[in-house]
């Protein structure tokens, strides 16, 4: 029982706390055992605004995933997200001095250390370093430098920093909840494992998880990220205007978005249709139309489309065209959103579930789950980084290559 090799990730969501477990077989194939998910309470647009209701839907969501798979839960991955995470480019250099000048793994470490040790806004720290390019003595694009020959090793890193005290609170939610951290991951990377296929991540590719208080934008070219963005906007903003604009409960509205929702025209229901809706302070039934409901949600959705577009755009490497653009997250569920999305972009768009593993139910194949499924893959690069002997200290393990370009290492606090 000891030797099970089991995965737990935690995504701490503004609608929703799930918690999915995998075993790792033998094989390094990872199973999907069971899930636990209950609507979040305590948690908005990403980060902790109510300690107590917070710990109480972890342990709900952990209570939920333990009956599903019969196993006790200690540990988790848990993913942070939130609009005060800023990504910053950095460098380093370092002159190599071994025999032949070949680069060894301290090499990349010290350089990577020096990339890193930049002055910090204060109050923030770095969650990850994402390595984004390698210069050996002047030339440029080298993946993976280690077993070459070169005097000067320069690298190019991207940091992804958060609020130490939203970080530390989210730690302390998962603590309290009586579990250990193993490792805190940026949201959006975790939805990067999960979401993307190799050939868009080497092409070149920008993803949108729109959530429902938050949507983070990721843009990823050659393997790596250049830029990431949480942006305090999401599907919740839709249920919040449709609340106002139509004067019924959140409640009320969000049903009303789930069941007839959408942003493409249908003149047919448009003309026949009648949706019920209860409003605050009236006793009688009242009916409104799509196109009633369409005018509310489509000014919305086009402005959190755009707004993220425009944040994309700031990165050069999202101005490609052939940069092509998924979605997910349960805010791009909307039916016509990646329509208006791919008119919007002029890209094609691509509506992302998690890829295919073993156990993965119909449920989990939702975009909503992409990021609960990507943690269970940094979970299990992290474990193989440690079984290769990367320490908690920050040493790199001899599988680095494909850590490095896929998620980048744990930053050290
Ligand atoms: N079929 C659907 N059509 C429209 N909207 C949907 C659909 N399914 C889910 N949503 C919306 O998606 C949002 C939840 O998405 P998700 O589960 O990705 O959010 P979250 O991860 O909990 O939030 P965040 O990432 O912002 O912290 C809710 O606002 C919900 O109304
Ligand atoms: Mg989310």
């Known amino acids: 029982m000891n030797e099970r090799k089991i995965i737990v990730g935690l995504d701490l969501g ?144 991207l940091l992804l920093l958060g609020e130490s005290s939203v970080l ?37 590719v920008i993803m949108m998880d729109i959530g429902a208080g938050t949507t983070e934008i990721l843009v990823i070219r050659e393997g790596a990220a250049r830029h990431a963005e949480v942006l305090p906007l999401g599907s919740a903003n839709i249920t919040r205007d449709l609340s106002i604009g139509l004067n019924t409960s959140l409640e009320d509205a969000e049903r009303l978005k789930l069941d007839h929702g959408m942003i493409h025209r249908d003149d047919a229901t448009d003309e026949e249709m009648r949706v019920p809706i209860r409003q605050v302070g009236r006793e009688e039934e009242r009916f409104v139309t799509p196109k009633t409901l369409r005018s509310i949600i489509e000014p919305r959705v086009q402005e959190l489309l755009e707004i993220a577009w425009e944040r994309a755009l700031s990165c050069s490497a999202a101005r490609r065209p052939t940069s092509n653009v998924v979605l997910c997250g349960g805010g791009s569920l909307l039916p016509g959103l990646s329509d208006l999305a791919s008119q919007l972009f002029e890209r094609s768009v691509r509506l992302a579930s998690p890829l295919q593993q073993q156990g993965l139910t119909a449920e989990l194949q939702n975009p909503r789950y992409t990021p609960t499924v990507g943690l269970l893959q940094y979970g299990y690069r992290h474990l193989t980084q440690q079984r290769d002997g990367a320490g908690d200290k920050g040493r790199l393990g001899g599988n680095l290559k494909r850590w490095l370009r896929s998620v980048g290492r744990k930053g050290q606090k």
């Open 168 to 204: 530390d609170n989210t730690e302390k939610v998962v603590e309290r909840a009586g579990l250990s951290v193993e490792g805190m991951v940026f949201s959006p990377l975790a939805t990067a494992l999960a979401a993307l296929q190799d050939a868009e991540r080497e092409e070149g």
């Open 14 to 157: 503004s609608h929703r706390v799930s918690a999915l477990v995998a075993e790792v077989e033998e094989s390094g194939a990872r199973r999907v055992l069971g899930l636990g998910t209950v609507p979040s309470e305590g948690i908005r647009k990403g980060v902790v605004v109510g300690f107590e209701p917070a710990v109480d839907s972890v342990r709900r969501a952990i209570e939920e995933a333990e009956r599903a798979c019969g196993l006790e839960i200690r540990s988790v991955y848990p993913c942070v997200t939130g609009d005060h995470f800023r990504a910053i480019r950095s460098e380093g250099v370092h002159a190599t001095e071994g025999p032949g000048r070949e680069i060894h793994e301290e090499d990349l470490e010290q350089v990577i250390r020096v990339a890193r040790s930049l002055q910090l806004p204060s109050g923030y720290r770095i969650l990850h370093t994402l390595p984004t390019d390698f210069i050996l003595d002047s030339r440029k694009g080298i993946k993976d430098p280690v077993g070459m020959t070169g005097t000067r090793l320069q690298a190019e890193v």
